[in-house]
């Protein structure tokens, strides 16, 4: 298992703005997870990618993949103030335990 | 929603109590997971079973032990409970097949020892 390191570490942006958050990983992977956790509360998945994927939808989340660069984004469009919450990566590895570790997260703030 | 449940969801107890956090899925899923967070910090896996009569120690060490007799069942007990084991616990539960691994949690247990 590996652990993914979102960056940035906190991000504030105005309602209606895009949010873009970045997701750095060491070795190859069967998947890519983003999660998002509420002040307090579970973390909740909200999409995967997988390592032959590039890009994939879901709402108002856009997910990127790059293998080559072994990194992945998150752009949430159209931002809300219910959007406030940290947001995690996590690398599934290949061949590995299914274990996932996740980083610190990178804690998103949407002002009203 | 998933179907994965955590009781209590806040505990406040005093020093050298034992307690037993309890984590239940409905989903049937053979995978279940116990991680450690601190606020604003990272989650740190503890426990983890891979089914019935199989658990295992996570990535940090923890005073903490489990046990999984039932599929949707993954009790986590502290024999003496100390200040040190203030913190939150999250339950989780994965099934590789069909959801690739994704990972459905619990809303957690907040403990806090006196």
């Known amino acids: 298992s590996q652990q993914g390191e979102e960056d940035p570490q906190a991000l504030s942006i105005q309602e209606g703005e895009n949010a873009t958050m970045n997701c750095s990983y060491k070795t190859s992977i069967n998947n890519l997870q983003w999660y998002r956790q509420n002040s307090g509360r579970g973390l909740v998945h909200l999409i995967l990618?997988?390592?032959?994927?590039r890009e994939k939808h879901s709402g108002r989340l856009r997910v990127t993949l790059d293998t080559s660069k072994k990194s992945s984004s998150l752009l949430i469009t159209a931002s809300r103030a219910a959007d406030t919450a940290s947001y995690f990566c996590?690398?599934?590895?290949?061949?590995?335990?299914?274990?996932?570790?996740f980083g610190k997260g990178t804690k998103l703030t949407v002002n009203p | 929603e998933a179907d994965i449940y955590q009781t209590p969801r806040y505990l406040v107890i005093g020093t050298g109590k034992k307690i037993t956090l309890e984590c239940s899925q409905t989903m049937g899923h053979d995978k279940m997971y116990w991680y450690q967070q601190d606020p604003g910090m990272e989650l740190h896996l503890i426990h983890y079973?891979?089914?019935?009569?199989?658990?295992e120690k996570g990535d940090l060490s923890s005073e903490s032990t489990v046990s999984r007799i039932r599929t949707e069942h993954f009790p986590l007990t502290l024999e003496s409970a100390r200040p040190s084991h203030t913190s939150q616990y999250l339950c989780?539960?994965?099934?590789?097949?069909?959801?690739?691994?994704?990972?459905?949690f619990g809303p957690g247990t907040r403990l806090t020892v006196l």
């Open positions: 996590a690398p599934l590895t290949q061949g590995g335990s299914e274990k996932l570790v």
């Open positions: 079973s891979y089914g019935v009569n199989s658990t």
């Open positions: 990618i997988r390592s032959n994927e």
């Open positions: 989780a539960s994965s099934e590789l097949g069909t959801s690739l691994g994704a990972q459905f």
